[in-house]
């Protein structure tokens, strides 16, 4: 495994793994349990929206998973009389991720006043309980006519090259996929590449916020080992 790139709510990474495990760990990310808003009670709504467009907007906004975090203890609460947008950040009793998430808004005299309570629920079940996305490629070696070497070089700075024989073999390993810009400068020449699959994969981690990148798919493959154990005893 080799880490390509790594943000604060992103993760790419290049590693040796059979296309069908990466796309059982991709769908285990939606088994992972995740804290969300559930239950809201409404006191006062002299906003443009109706409750159940804000119970909604507020159920979306993704809750930080602190380990403090319990079902029945958990209790978040929005009081506000202010006059303009109000954002997911004057909700308190819990670690808002984004605290720009507009929920509505409020003229001068209005009130919102609500409490709100949370469960730990799974993706597959609801998008609020999603702890964010992964999508992978395959890496591919592409063979390219030695002639085409310069203008390749340029629309690919960031891979390597190597020369073989006539030919020069461009590897696309990177997190920006340059496979189809080569194709198109090699058709564009009708000189076309030979593409070779490799046993590696592009695998690319999105957090929403709850957990981070990399205990995203960490948290998956242990669901899913988890899973696997208990087919496993089942079967015997």
Same mark, same amino acid.
């Given at each position: 495994m080799e880490q390509i790139e790594k943000k604060e709510n992103s993760l790419v990474f290049r590693v040796e793994i059979n296309e069908s495990l990466a796309n059982a760990?991709?769908?285990?990310?939606?088994?992972?349990?995740? /804290?969300?808003? &559930?239950?809201?009670?409404?006191?006062?709504?002299? =906003?443009p929206l109706y409750d159940e467009t804000i119970a909604h907007r507020i159920g979306l906004v993704p809750i930080k998973m602190e380990n403090h975090l319990d079902e029945k203890k958990t209790k978040i609460i929005l009081a506000s009389k202010k006059e303009g947008v109000i954002y997911s950040g004057e909700l308190t009793g819990a670690g808002i991720v984004y605290d720009k998430i507009p929920l509505t808004t409020l003229s001068k005299g209005q009130e919102l006043k609500l409490t709100a309570?949370?469960?730990?629920?799974?993706?597959?079940?609801?998008?609020?309980?999603?702890?964010?996305?992964? /999508?992978?490629? &395959?890496v591919l070696e592409l063979s390219i006519?030695? =002639?085409l070497s310069e203008e390749i070089k340029k629309a690919c700075q960031n891979n390597e090259i190597k020369e073989k024989a006539n030919k020069i073999i461009v590897l696309d390993n990177q997190k920006k996929e340059v496979a189809d810009r080569c194709e198109f400068i090699c058709e564009k020449n009708n000189k076309p590449p030979e593409i070779i699959k490799t046993n590696e994969l592009i695998i690319?981690?999105?957090?929403f916020g709850q957990?981070?990148?990399?205990?995203?798919?960490?948290?998956?493959?242990?669901?899913?080992?988890?899973?696997?154990?208990?087919?496993?005893?089942k079967l015997k």
């Open positions: 760990i991709r769908r285990y990310i939606n088994e992972i349990p995740v /804290f969300a808003i &559930e239950d809201i009670e409404i006191s006062k709504n002299d =906003s309570t949370g469960k730990f629920g799974k993706g597959k079940d609801h998008a609020k309980f999603s702890p964010g996305l992964m /999508f992978y490629r &395959e006519f030695k =002639s690319s981690l999105e957090s957990i981070d990148s990399e205990n995203i798919f960490k948290k998956a493959v242990n669901v899913l080992k988890k899973d696997l154990t208990e087919l496993e005893k």
